[in-house]
């Protein structure tokens, strides 16, 4: 006898609607506008007239399961039992009786949470979690974004930035975490280690060399045994060789720095997507609290905030100013790091979406 068929694992998302509040659903694509009553909160109006608020509270990334049950039970007890999370991590309450915003609002603070991170404010950072999932990491990105969210309480909270600010940092130098309006990334400063002993047990040699953007990776037997060697005047320090062949140890406590780049931003609303430039280079990987990368983020947005206009994001108040001004104003040094003299670099000029023939 035939066997029933089984039915298949599904995996990926599940099927967000199930989720989302009532309203919400019944709303889905007809709304009408959204406004911002106060920092957090977020109020939107349908074509039908109905109204939903979300309050959002500042949550990290990687949320243990206590904390994730506090928060749970104060939407239950002071919202409406929905939630969901923002690309950027935060936890939203969605109530459709104003009256709730309120207590709810105070439920959050009461419990040590801060609700705000909406319109001109500088929202959560983004980032990745490397150390637990990924095989590439150079630094702790969580612990990099708490030490400055910490710092960078009050302007997450209120609304005093000329436009929104966007953080994202990053635990490697080559993959997530880029195009902020201030990027913190790791930067290695120094060619990778071989461990000749293990290559040729654990690295698949042709990917490795396929890997390297600069042709800097040589097949090489290296004491009767297969293995690989690099041509460090050509090796620009990216780490890409890490990845696929572990035993080109890239990572060094004193030679993995952290970077800083502002004016990324994806947008392709009232202008071209612009490509974020370095601005600081060679900055200690200072655990726990990093606070040398914290004051130059820090010394940035002080700066932004007292001479950009009204709305003006990042890359828009440095393309009017110049960034020989912009250098000036914040005081960071302009040095020969900050010269693009990759030979790549004309593709990285390239720095629109808008399509060309
Ligand atoms: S930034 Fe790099 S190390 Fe961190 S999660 Fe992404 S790929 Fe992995
Ligand atoms: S660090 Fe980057 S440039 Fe250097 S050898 Fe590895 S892949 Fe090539």
């Known amino acids: 006898m035939a066997q029933e068929m089984r039915s298949p694992i599904e995996s990926g998302c599940p099927d967000g609607f199930q989720y989302m509040h009532p309203v919400m659903r019944k709303n889905y694509g007809q709304w009408a506008y959204h406004e911002d009553p106060q920092p957090g909160v977020l109020v ?121 600010v966007h953080l994202t940092t990053s635990c490697c130098q080559i993959n997530c975490g880029g195009q902020g309006d201030i990027a913190i990334n790791v930067q ?4 990778p280690k071989i461990n000749h002993d293990l ?29 690989l060697e690099v041509d460090e005047k050509k090796c620009i320090c990216c780490g890409a060789c890490f990845p696929p062949c572990p035993p ?57 905030k007292e001479d950009a206009k009204d709305w003006e994001r990042m890359n828009d108040w440095i393309e009017r100013i110049g960034w020989p001004r912009f250098f000036e104003k914040t005081g960071l040094p302009f040095t020969k790091y900050h010269i693009d003299n990759w030979r790549g670099a004309r593709a990285s000029l390239n720095a629109s979406t808008h399509i060309r023939f």
């Open 44 to 164: 939107h109006v349908a074509h039908s007239g109905d109204k939903i608020w979300t309050v959002r509270a500042g949550t990290q990334r990687i949320l243990d399961v206590f904390t994730l049950r506090t928060l749970c039970d104060i939407g239950d007890k002071y919202a409406e039992g929905y939630v969901h999370f923002t690309i950027r991590s935060n936890i939203e309450y969605q109530v459709a009786d104003e009256a709730k915003v309120e207590p709810l609002i105070k439920a959050l603070r009461d419990a040590g949470f801060i609700v705000g991170g909406t319109r001109n404010s500088v929202a959560m950072m983004s980032h990745t979690q490397g150390w637990l999932h990924c095989d590439i990491p150079g630094t702790d990105a969580s612990g990099v974004v708490k030490s400055m969210m910490d710092e960078l309480i009050g302007e997450f909270t209120e609304w005093n930035m000329p436009n929104r």
């Open 199 to 227: 290559v040729s047990n654990v690295c698949e040699r042709p990917s490795v060399v396929a890997r390297c953007p600069v042709a800097a990776i040589r097949p090489a037997l290296v004491n009767g045994k297969p293995s």
């Open 248 to 304: 080109m140890q890239i990572n060094d406590a004193e030679h993995s720095k952290l970077s800083i780049w502002v004016g990324g931003n994806h947008s392709n609303a009232r202008g071209k997507p612009t490509f974020q430039k370095l601005v600081a280079s060679g900055i200690p990987n200072n655990p726990p609290r990093w606070p040398e990368a914290t004051a130059v983020v820090k010394k940035i947005l002080k700066t932004y």
């Open 188 to 191: 290695h400063t120094k060619p």
